[in-house]
């Protein structure tokens, strides 16, 4: 019997019903092979088999692996957030602001507000009384207060102890003595103690009249360990500003001129 030709209709029949032949022995191979494959001498054989049971050990390794890296990342994420929120706390806990309550010699009350970090304790500021001044030493450990109606100087530490560092009475070269409340009394607007500002730790600069009583100021300063008051000499103006503190000493603009004292009591 001979071959039909490409042209023919008996050609096309063939071809088709090989092409269903192919697809129909694919169909089968398939289905065999799962059979064979869950066939239970076969299926006993593969999980049995060294292929097997690399590829199960693989699958395990990967799957501790990303449950390790996933319980890491949630303990680092609460570690971090743990951290975190501890050093709020640290920070709530330690920096505490508190006030010594002092009573001024003019009967008035004032606060002196201080923060306490730990055992630390510095001074931030005075409060609750208008006529009172004050300035705060370079270790923040003391303050100097200027009651504004007596005129008198107190000096506060952060034991709550306090110093009265007032110049009570002037004496002349003669040794007659003129006393503060005296000559505040006759004329209340003159400047016995004025602006008290630190120089160094222990030293305390301040603005007056004294020593001619007249209409010029001078700057005095006063050791608050041995409360030791001394005119400095060869500065004195209608206008005195005290500036900033700088390595060298107290800046001071004395009539628009600057100048320097240091913390020996020198004019720079």
Do not use: C
């Not at 890491?72 to 709530?92: A, I, M, Q, T």
């Not at 030293?203 to 001394?230: C, E, G, Q, R």
């Amino acid at each position: 019997m001979g071959k039909p030709s490409i042209f023919s209709k008996e050609y096309e029949r063939r071809k088709k019903q090989r092409r269903k032949r192919i697809a129909f022995l694919v169909l089968l191979i398939v289905i065999a092979s799962f059979s064979l494959l869950y066939w239970s001498p076969v299926s006993k054989f593969f999980t049995e088999s060294q292929l097997y049971k690399e590829l199960q050990a693989k699958y395990k390794d990967n799957q501790n692996t990303t449950v390790t890296e996933n319980n890491e990342n949630k303990s680092s994420l609460s570690s971090n957030k743990d951290k975190d929120n501890e050093s709020e706390k640290k920070v709530e806990e330690k920096v505490e602001e508190k006030y010594f309550e002092i009573k001024l010699p003019d009967g008035t009350n004032a606060r002196a507000v201080y923060e306490q970090s730990d055992s630390i304790i510095k001074f931030k500021f005075l409060t609750g009384n208008d006529k009172a001044s004050f300035d705060i030493s370079p270790s923040g450990r003391k303050m100097i207060i200027l009651d504004g109606t007596t005129q008198d100087m107190l000096e506060l530490s952060v034991d709550n102890s306090v110093k009265d560092l007032t110049y009570k009475f002037y004496t002349t070269k003669n040794k007659s003595k003129i006393y503060k409340d005296k000559t505040l009394s006759k004329n209340p607007q003159f400047i016995w103690h004025g602006t008290p500002k630190y120089i160094s730790e222990d030293n305390i600069a301040y603005i007056s009249l004294m020593p001619w009583f007249k209409t010029d100021k001078y700057i005095w300063m006063v050791d608050s360990k041995t409360n030791t008051h001394t005119y400095i000499k060869n500065i004195s103006g209608k206008e005195i500003i005290f500036g900033n503190i700088t390595d060298k000493g107290l800046e001071v603009t004395v009539d628009g001129a600057k100048k320097t004292i240091s913390p020996d009591g020198k004019v720079l």
